[in-house]
């Protein structure tokens, strides 16, 4: 916080980043200093190049600023850190001293963003010696009573998008998928009509609303909301703007970050990302196909962490089967816990195409064992592994059961 980052921050898809680029870039002429704003996550929304020198001072940079200047946040430790200095509550500026046990090795001044009492983000600048008057302070007070305007209208129009994406997602296929859609479409307007695709974080540790991450940290994201997912919890999905259909970088970016910012809160969180579309008439099938890629790559780690459907392979089919499938009555013995290692071997076997060698080699055991082994999951199942229509179902049915 507080960093004079010499690059601009992803605020490509809010409809305000012009207006708080400029903004920033009026607290830094007023103070004299550079200074940056922050949303109340501590995620980088812009700075102000303001620089008497004409360059950067590296004797600024400090490990707290330095990671938040290369992944655009800072960590939950950092941000408990600097909350305790009362910065949530404060309705003016707040000084925080250097600490460099904590990695802050010069003192910031944070001017909280209010909006109607409620502090959505922070305008943060070094504290240098001689620092901004207090007649500075409070005429860059006043500029951040406008970003905090601005900031509150933002959220409002992101949360009328979340209501309407999620009617989309969660409705039924027919009549009343396609109303969601419309009703969706409406709100977009212009940007409804271009290419799309949606990412799906699997599973997202809240379903809290305030603790959904900020759109502006997301490149081209247009809306989000959590949705159930499988049979317990939430995950996170995201319509993303693309510029053409088949050019999936914006998602896979913002699905990298969601899972940086997921992975702090609860491991094991994969995602997925649908193919591309133009307009919005296939964003079910496209939601479909997100959740499903995700599913694949929590079953399958070397598919992800970031899946996209058009690399899933067999689990574009297997993610279609309902969850009864798995239960195979031949194949049900086999998936008790106590053959756990027999139902892995088999899996490996079916993977390397029925050779026992390449078989041996990757589970480490000698081929005495892999055919004992075989012969018991044989005499388990009642399939016959020489037969390919028992291989193909056994296979399917093993992939099948770990999915989540």
Same mark, same amino acid.
């Given at each position: ?6 690059v ?11 207006? &708080?680029?400029?903004?920033?870039? @009026?607290?830094?002429e ?19 190049? &303001?620089?008497?020198?004409? @360059? ?13 200047? =290369? ?6 430790? $950092? ?5 305790g ?5 404060a *309705? ?8 460099? @046990?904590?990695?802050?090795? #010069? ?5 909280? %963003?209010?909006?109607?009492? $409620? ?6 600048l070094?504290? !240098? !010696?001689p ?14 009573? #406008?970003?905090?305007?601005l ?14 994406? #999620?009617?989309v ?7 009343p ?7 969706l ?21 809240s379903? !809290? ?8 940290? /997301?490149?081209g ?7 159930p ?6 995950c /996170? ?9 088949d050019?999936?970088?914006p998602a ?6 969601l ?9 094991? %969180? ?7 579309r ?26 992800g962490?970031?899946?996209?459907w058009a690399?899933?392979?067999? &689990?574009? =089919?297997l ?15 086999? =998936?008790?816990?106590?053959h ?7 899996e ?10 390449? *078989?041996?080699?990757? /589970? ?7 055919? &004992?082994?075989?012969?018991? $999951? ?16 056994l296979?399917?049915? /093993?992939?099948?059961? #770990?999915?989540?």
């Amino acid at each position: 916080m507080g960093e004079n980052a010499p690059v601009k921050a992803d605020a490509a898809s809010s409809s305000h980043a012009g207006d &708080y680029q400029e903004l920033v870039d @009026e607290i830094s002429e007023l103070l004299g200093a550079p200074a940056t704003l922050e949303n109340r996550d501590f995620e980088l929304i812009a700075f102000g190049a &303001y620089d008497s020198e004409g @360059e950067l001072d590296a004797s600024a940079l400090d490990p707290v600023r330095t990671r938040s200047i =290369l992944t655009r946040r800072s960590t939950a430790a $950092v941000r408990t850190w600097f909350e305790g200095f009362g910065i949530t509550r404060a *309705t003016g500026p707040v000084r925080i001293p250097p600490t460099p @046990e904590a990695g802050v090795h #010069r003192g910031r001044v944070c001017l909280p %963003v209010r909006h109607r009492g $409620v502090a959505l983000g922070y305008v943060w600048l070094l504290d !240098d !010696d001689p620092g901004p008057t207090d007649a500075q302070l409070a005429a860059a007070m006043e500029v951040t009573a #406008r970003i905090g305007a601005l900031l509150a209208d933002e959220a409002q129009h992101g949360a009328d998008l979340t209501r309407e994406l #999620r009617a989309v997602l969660t409705a039924a296929r027919g009549w009343p998928r396609d109303m969601a859609v419309a009703e969706l479409r409406t709100a977009l307007g212009a940007r409804a009509d271009g290419p799309h695709t949606v990412v799906c974080v699997a599973p997202w540790p809240s379903a !809290d609303p305030d603790e959904a991450p900020s759109l502006r940290t /997301l490149p081209g994201a247009t809306a989000l909301c959590t949705v159930p997912w499988a049979t317990a919890g939430q995950c /996170l999905a995201v319509l993303v703007r693309l510029r053409s259909a088949d050019t999936l970088t914006p998602a896979t970016s913002a699905a990298a970050r969601l899972l940086e910012r997921a992975a702090e809160a609860a491991p094991g %969180v994969a995602a997925g990302v649908a193919a591309g579309r133009s307009g919005l008439a296939g964003l079910g099938a496209a939601w479909e196909e997100a959740s499903a890629s995700a599913r694949a790559a929590l079953a399958e780690p070397r598919l992800g962490p970031v899946a996209r459907w058009a690399s899933v392979g067999p &689990y574009r =089919l297997l993610t279609a089967l309902p969850p009864e499938a798995a239960q195979d009555p031949s194949v049900r013995p086999l =998936l008790a816990p106590a053959h756990q290692e027999l139902a892995r071997t088999a899996e490996v076997y079916l993977d390397c195409a029925g050779q026992a060698g390449r *078989t041996a080699a990757e /589970l480490g055991i000698h081929r005495q064992t892999l055919y &004992y082994r075989l012969a018991r $999951v044989e005499q388990l199942t009642g399939l016959n592994l020489d037969d390919g229509e028992d291989r193909l179902l056994l296979h399917m049915t /093993l992939k099948t059961a #770990r999915l989540p």
